[in-house]
C-alpha cells in the first residue's frame, strides 16, 4: 500500500470559528508546517451552521501564504457561483505567486441554498449549478493555459483574454473537484486533477467503493486514465490517547456540534450514528480504521473539523508515520 499524503482542514475548529480568531488560525497554520502536513485547507462558507462570523476564504489562503513557507494551501472547496470564473482565474494566480507555486484550486457547484439567499446569489437547481461548474473550471484552465484564450458558452463568455501574473505552477495549479453525485463525477473524470469527498457523506466504506467505481465508469467513457486523478478523502478525526478521553471527546463533540436550523435536516442521531463515517480512537485504532479506507483508491487524506492543535500533534506523530 503507498503512502498516502495528509492534509489539514483548519477553520472547521470550533473555537477558531466562534471568535474569529486569526491568530489562533495562524498558530495552527505554522503548527501544521512544522509538523510535516502537506497541505492546510480553508473552506470557503459566509456563515457555517448558523455562526456568521467566518473569515472569507480566499483572503484568509493570501494571509496562510505569506506566513508559512513550505506547506501547500488550498480551498476545500469553493463555490463557483460565489465569483466569476475569471475572476477566480486571477485570484488563484495571485496566489500562487504569494505561496511560490503552493496553492491548490479546489471548488464545487455549492450546496448552501440558505447561504446564497442571504448573500444574494441565485441558486439554481443541482444540474444547472453543476453545468456551471463544468464551464467554469474550462474557462478558467484555457486563461491559465492559453494566451488569448476565448470561451463562448451557455452561461460564461470570454473573448481574447490577456492574462497574467504568471502561474509558478505548470501547466498550472492542481484542480481539485469536490462532489460525490453522478453528473459531478462525469466533470471530476473530465476536467479534475483531484477528487475530494468527505467521508461523512457515505457513511461506509462500501458507499464510498460504489462512488470510485462510477469514476472509473466515467473515465472509460472519455477515455481517461482513471489512475491520473488523484482521489482524496476528508475524514473528522476524533483522537485520544487513552479510551477515556475519546469517550470523553466524542461526548463533546457529539453535545457541542455548530447546528443551523436553516438546514432542512438537522441533526437528530444517535451517538453511534454520530461517529460513523469519522476516524474515532486512540492512535492505533485510529489507524487500523484507516487502513480500512486506504485499502479502496484513497491517495491523499484531509483530516479536520473537530480537531485542535494537540489532536493534530497527537495525530501526526502517532499515525502518519505507520504509513511511511
Request: aromatic content about 10%; some cysteine; hydrophobic content about 35%.
Amino acid at each position: 500500500m503507498k503512502r498516502p499524503r495528509f492534509g489539514a482542514v483548519l477553520n472547521y475548529v470550533p473555537d477558531l470559528i466562534v471568535k474569529p480568531d486569526w491568530n489562533g488560525l495562524k498558530h495552527v497554520a505554522i503548527e501544521c508546517e512544522k509538523l510535516q502536513y502537506d497541505s492546510i485547507w480553508i473552506m470557503d462558507h459566509f456563515t457555517y451552521h448558523g455562526l456568521p462570523a467566518v473569515m472569507e476564504c480566499y483572503s484568509t489562503l493570501g494571509a496562510l501564504a505569506a506566513v508559512t513557507s513550505k506547506i501547500r494551501i488550498g480551498s476545500l472547496v469553493s463555490c463557483n457561483s460565489y465569483r466569476h470564473p475569471p475572476l477566480v482565474a486571477k485570484m488563484i494566480s495571485t496566489l500562487d505567486l504569494i505561496s511560490n507555486g503552493r496553492i491548490n484550486f479546489g471548488i464545487g457547484a455549492g450546496w448552501k441554498e440558505d447561504e446564497s439567499a442571504m448573500y444574494g446569489y441565485e441558486f439554481p437547481a443541482a444540474r444547472t449549478r453543476i453545468e456551471q461548474l463544468r464551464e467554469s473550471v474550462q474557462i478558467i484552465r484555457s486563461m491559465w493555459t492559453k494566451p488569448g484564450a476565448s470561451f463562448h458558452g451557455k452561461y460564461y463568455r470570454i473573448d481574447g483574454m490577456q492574462f497574467g501574473p504568471e502561474l509558478i505552477q505548470k501547466p498550472h495549479p492542481p484542480i481539485w473537484i469536490g462532489g460525490k453525485g453522478p453528473n459531478m463525477l462525469k466533470v471530476v473524470a473530465e476536467l479534475g486533477d483531484y477528487s475530494n469527498m468527505v467521508a461523512g457523506q457515505f457513511v461506509s466504506i462500501e458507499d464510498y467503493h460504489q462512488k470510485m467505481t462510477r469514476l472509473k465508469d466515467h473515465c472509460k467513457v472519455i477515455k481517461r486514465d482513471y489512475d491520473e486523478i488523484t482521489k482524496s478523502l476528508g475524514l473528522d478525526v476524533i483522537i485520544g490517547k487513552t479510551q477515556e478521553e475519546v469517550r470523553r471527546k466524542l461526548k463533546h463533540a457529539y453535545e457541542n456540534e455548530y447546528y443551523d436550523p436553516a438546514i432542512k435536516s438537522p441533526r437528530r442521531v444517535s451517538i453511534e450514528e454520530y461517529a460513523k463515517g469519522k476516524l474515532v480512537g486512540t492512535p492505533d485504532q485510529c489507524v487500523s480504521q484507516l487502513n480500512s479506507w486506504l485499502s479502496e483508491d484513497v491517495d491523499y487524506v484531509l483530516v479536520g473539523w473537530t480537531m485542535n492543535v494537540d489532536d493534530w500533534s497527537l495525530f501526526a506523530e502517532k499515525v502518519i508515520p505507520a504509513f511511511s
